[in-house]
């Protein structure tokens, strides 16, 4: 028995290096934040009963094989989910900046502030999160903060010329909502509120997201986020036959739908026809 054990242990280990393992689980993004902090803890135990508990469908077995994985092994399966976390990071915030998405990128600010400083991501995250909130402050800044003042104090029934400063505030007075503030020789004579989501600007704005890790520059979302050429997982495969009775365009824009545009069409038809 104890040589099964470790002979197990030893065919564990290339699996968990190769990835293999990888598509017997199914995170959410909570789980995904859950499994990070237990990295971040170095809490072994806590890592296995999170990845126990979002085993995908296809995947029974594969908890006997968490249960004699090693600490080091747990660590390399739960960096690879965290890894591909934060490719589907990168990959929204080239879109989102390509497409002047001002919601977007302030969920990924959010998204990023809430996640934990897992053990070898540390860096990457905090990359991420300074470029993205340079770009939302590029974004979202009025062209010209004089202009608002002018209507601050004219709303007011101040002399533009007694306006001495003029800010954009992140936070300001008790609701702690975005503000543009303008003070005068006695103090504060004016302020603006601004919606946290307010819609963009008319204005085209030069701004560019540039991905944190050299392999993934120069390249579109679809070509980070891409599977193509690569071995369909137990779950794709499990879903490809659950639609043995329809059409290949129908079954492709299902797969689309759940997985995303991640494979050519022609080869998720070839694997359909493969699993049935």
Do not use: C, H
């Not at 007694?162 to 609701?175: E, F, Q, V, Y």
């Not at 290949?248 to 080869?267: A, C, Q, T």
């Amino acid at each position: 028995m104890v040589n099964e054990t470790l002979q197990n242990k030893r065919r564990l280990k290339p699996r968990v290096g190769a990835g293999d393992l990888d598509q017997y689980f199914d995170l959410s993004e909570e789980a995904i934040k859950d499994l990070a902090q237990s990295r971040e803890n170095d809490d072994f135990e806590d890592m296995a009963m999170v990845l126990q508990q979002n085993i995908s469908s296809g995947g029974q077995g594969i908890e006997s094989l968490l249960l004699q994985s090693y600490d080091s092994e747990l660590e390399d399966v739960a960096d690879n989910i965290i890894r591909d976390y934060f490719r589907g990071i990168e990959a929204r915030s080239i879109r989102a900046v390509k497409d002047l998405d001002l919601e977007e990128i302030r969920d990924i600010k959010e998204e990023l502030e809430d996640f934990p400083d897992s053990p070898g991501f540390i860096r990457q995250k905090d990359k991420i999160f300074k470029q993205i909130s340079e770009i939302e402050r590029k974004i979202s800044v009025p062209e010209n903060l004089e202009k608002i003042a002018a209507l601050i104090a004219k709303r007011k029934g101040i002399d533009v010329a007694d306006i001495r400063t003029t800010k954009l505030l992140p936070k300001w007075g008790r609701s702690g909502k975005k503000a543009v503030v303008s003070w005068g020789s006695k103090g504060v004579v004016g302020v603006q509120f601004l919606d946290k989501r307010a819609t963009m600007r008319k204005e085209k704005v030069k701004v560019e997201y540039i991905p944190t890790k050299e392999e993934l520059r120069d390249k579109t979302p679809k070509q980070i986020l891409t599977k193509r050429g690569e071995s369909f997982t137990v779950k794709e495969r499990l879903f490809l036959n659950s639609r043995k009775n329809k059409e290949d365009d129908e079954v492709y824009e299902d797969y689309k739908r759940v997985f995303g545009d991640i494979r050519p069409k022609s080869e998720v038809i070839y694997e359909r026809k493969a699993v049935l």
